[in-house]
Structure formats: structure tokens, C-alpha cells
């Protein structure tokens, strides 16, 4: 089931470059919007997050049981793995309030987009702040689930490149947000 799900986070991350540069793109002005491709991808990357959310509570359940069986607790020493967890949880919170702010409502056969104030702004950037967290801590056991070894330093050259594009993702709601203010 890791390595199933190493898989997974592979597609994912791939979807999930995908969305944020376009939709990037997309909150600056730069391209238009409302692109089937995009809208088509977002659902399918929707499908696979909630599969590894699956398989990450079920994970998360066995390693739970595991530790009441031995009645023996590791927490202190266990810190990454919750930090992958709670941050996890976080990104569930934040992703279903991305897709409640940017899934617009149909109103004859317009497209319309609610309001981007401050809260929704906040809680964008809290967004990629805690993909940021994730995609950090689980670099590493993803890079050994799908059995890359790391000579060249590969771990640290994802997470640059992971990095600059979080950066300018969290730029783009900003320039969303001002956008929405000029309006």
C-alpha cells in the first residue's frame, strides 16, 4: 500500500505543479480562466488527494494500533511523522475552503466567483504554508518508497524548486486579492 500510494503522491504532485503555476497564471491576470483542461484536472487531483487522505488515515490508524499493542509510545522520537499528519490535516481544511472560494456559482449560464477579501486570502497563504510543511517532511520517504537514491542531492533540489513555485503561488493570491480590491 506505500508503495501504491508513493505512486499516488507522484501523480498528485504532477497535477499539483500543473494547477498552481496555471492557476497561477490565472489569479494574475496573465491567462484567462475557466479552461475545461484545468477544471478537468483539479477534479481528477481532487479524486486522488481524497484516495491518499484514505490511505493516509489508514496508515496513520495502523501505526495507532500498533503503538497501543506494543504499549509502548514513541512520540517524542515520532515528531516528523505527526508533523506530516497534523500538516496533512491542515491542507484538508484549507483545500476544501479553496475549492468553496474558487468553485463559482452558476448563475445563467455565467461563471461568477465570490468575493476575495482577507479571510479568504489568510487562509490561502495557510494553505501553502502547509504544503510547504508536507511536501518538506515527506520528500524524503517519498524519494525511498519509489527507490531514488539520493546521490546528487535530489531531496534538496525538489524541495528548492517546490519552494520558489509555493512562493509565487502564494504571490498570485496576493495579486488575486489586490485585483479583487481595484475592482
Partial sequence: MRKFN???TTAIMMLFLYHMIYGGLILSGMVPGGSPIFRVTAYLMLFLIVVHIVIGIKLTIDTLIAEKKSK???RKYNRLFWVR???????MLFMALHVFIFTGTNS???YILREFGWLPLLSQLLM????LIHLASNITPLRI?????DKKNIRTDVLWVISILLIL??????????RWRAV
Wanted: glycine content about 8%.
Fill in 145 to 149: 518508497a519509489l527507490g531514488i537514491s
Fill in 169 to 178: 503561488s502564494a504571490i498570485a493570491f496576493i495579486i488575486y486579492f489586490f
Fill in 72 to 74: 509502548v509510545s514513541y
Fill in 128 to 131: 501553502v504554508l502547509s504544503l
Fill in 6 to 8: 508513493a505512486l499516488l
Fill in 108 to 110: 445563467e449560464g455565467q
Fill in 85 to 91: 499528519r497534523i500538516s496533512g490535516f491542515s491542507i
